[in-house]
């Protein structure tokens, strides 16, 4: 499938608290990481789309889950999003050595994560 989800994201109000429930919800293994200005914690589920979990960073917005999608040329799918009607939220940023994201919302009103590899 030609630009599959590969990674999901739970930007919260309140990070212990969803890490304690999702921690007994699901068989996840959560691990702490550093990341400029906070922590970040991967979601590990074994096999499928695994994610992570972070203090959500627009103050005043509700918990919410954001996906992303895989690209080719993070700057190609950041700029054509925008040319089809897109809001660029965050521009292409690159993410501790791994990769670049970028997060639009589309004409709907609903977010999605762009993620380009790093390799």
Same mark, same amino acid.
């Given at each position: 499938?030609?630009?599959?989800? @590969? #990674?999901?994201? &739970?930007?919260?109000? %309140? @990070? +212990? ?14 691990? %702490? @990481? +550093?990341?400029? /200005? =906070? ?6 589920? /074994? ?8 203090? #959500?960073? @627009?103050?005043?917005?509700? !918990? ?8 080719? $040329?993070? $700057?190609?799918?950041?700029? *054509?999003?925008? !040319? &089809? ?5 965050? %521009? ?6 791994? =990769?670049? &994201? !970028?997060?639009?919302?589309? +004409?709907? /009103?609903?977010? &999605?994560?762009?993620?380009?590899? *790093?390799?």
């Amino acid at each position: 499938m030609a630009n599959p989800f @590969v #990674h999901v994201e &739970l930007n919260t109000t %309140d @990070v +212990p608290a969803a890490k304690a429930f999702y921690g007994k919800l699901f068989d996840w293994q959560l691990e %702490d @990481v +550093p990341m400029p /200005g =906070g922590q970040y914690t991967l979601i590990k589920v /074994g096999e499928g789309t695994g994610g992570g979990l972070m203090k #959500h960073p @627009v103050p005043g917005a509700p !918990s919410a889950w954001l996906a992303y999608v895989i690209v080719d $040329d993070i $700057d190609a799918a950041t700029k *054509k999003a925008k !040319s &089809l009607g897109a809001t660029v939220m965050k %521009d292409v940023t690159e993410v501790m050595g791994m =990769g670049w &994201l !970028s997060i639009i919302i589309d +004409p709907t /009103g609903a977010a &999605l994560g762009l993620w380009k590899t *790093k390799g």
